[in-house]
């Protein structure tokens, strides 16, 4: 059971009143909206999605040169900055090195590529999507690629910084070892660690580690496997029968307090300290998401929703539906995953 103290006090410390202003402070006086937008398309879906974001108050944009969107986040930006209706320094856009570029010699030219389809001199934070890298095979498809040295490319990563290309740098689906490695090593320290958190997995030894060390924890897909034609992506080993959405306790909880089950699960997270990234293109269901800052879970309603967590059996993104064997690689991150499997 997380410490109730140290849960209220530094829930309070960073609570704000709506999805604008409501902030987790990072390293060097970087601060983090606790809720984004979660850019995980490039389908026409999402120009009308971002805009619906932007006009109820989201100003945190999530995407990656992987997911193909960079040139339609750019252009919706640069709408908004154009008119006037937003200025830069008001946004936080993260996006984030392609497994492709897991090279030192590539990420420089990786980033400016990225700021090139984003109309921007810099990104908020700069984040490598995953700890191995990948290559195209014969067929076109990825294949996974050889060893890489992540050691080498932190040290690139720190030199984004430096340039003034990112503001911040992060990592994704990193694994406790790994982020110890890099840690070692760091002149600047990871600000974030993105990771799959919902109510079905909960990642507490993981998310209690990067308290210790002063890493913000961004939860993708914190609403978990339920099942929306748009959002739901049947990834992973472990979503059959699952539906956070639908899940009795959950359901019981936001009659309680009159909300929708997405509204329970984000304000479940945003009170463990996790800024959530859900992802929806539906336009009523962003603006429903984005109001979680003007009511409290109760502990014993916590507590609840706590003893869900089902551990690496509730995990949905598992990176196998990259490439084949890419449980094989030696930094795939998951390794009791891949000790499932076997």
């Known amino acids: 059971m997380e410490n109730t103290f140290s849960f209220v006090f530094s829930f309070m410390a960073m609570s704000g009143t709506n999805i604008t202003n409501t902030f987790q402070p990072m390293r060097d006086n970087v601060h983090i909206p606790s809720m984004g937008f979660s850019a995980v398309t490039n389908g026409t879906d999402l120009p009308a999605a971002l805009n619906k974001a932007l006009e109820v108050g989201y100003r945190h944009i999530d995407t990656s040169s992987l997911y193909g969107n960079e040139d339609i986040i750019g252009s919706v930006v640069k709408n908004w900055t154009k008119s006037k209706k937003l200025n830069r320094k008001d946004l936080f856009i993260t996006t984030k090195l392609h497994p492709l570029d897991m090279d030192p010699d590539k990420i420089e030219g990786a980033l400016n590529v990225s700021l090139a389809k984003l109309q921007l001199k810099y990104v908020d934070s700069y984040v490598i999507d995953m700890p191995l890298g990948l290559k195209i095979g014969e067929d076109g498809e990825f294949e996974v690629g050889p060893p890489v040295n992540l050691m080498a490319i932190w040290r ?23 982020i110890e490695g890099i840690l070692r090593i760091a002149k600047i320290q990871p600000s974030n660690l993105h990771i799959e958190v919902h109510p079905y997995h909960q990642e507490k030894d993981l998310r209690a580690f990067c308290k210790k060390n002063n890493i913000v924890v961004v939860g993708h897909a914190p609403l978990g496997p ?28 936001a009659k309680k307090y009159k909300k929708t089950p997405a509204q329970i699960i984000l304000r479940y997270l945003h ?27 109760s502990m014993n309603d916590t507590k609840t929703i706590g003893v869900l967590d089902r551990g690496t059996y509730g995990k949905i993104y598992d990176l196998l539906y990259l490439a084949p064997n890419i449980e094989e690689h030696p930094d795939y991150p998951f390794k009791r995953i891949k000790e499932k499997h076997q």
Request: net charge neutral.
């Open 156 to 178: 690139k990563m720190e030199d984004q910084v430096k340039a003034k290309r990112a503001r911040s740098i992060g990592l994704r689906d990193f694994n406790k070892e790994q």
């Open 271 to 297: 009170q463990l300290q996790v800024v959530v990234l859900p992802r929806t293109l539906d336009t009523t269901m962003i603006e429903t998401n984005s109001k979680i800052f003007k009511f409290n879970l």
């Open 226 to 253: 339920f099942r929306e034609a748009d959002t739901f992506i049947p990834l992973g080993p472990n979503e059959k029968g699952m539906d956070t959405l639908n899940d009795p306790d959950i359901l019981n909880i």
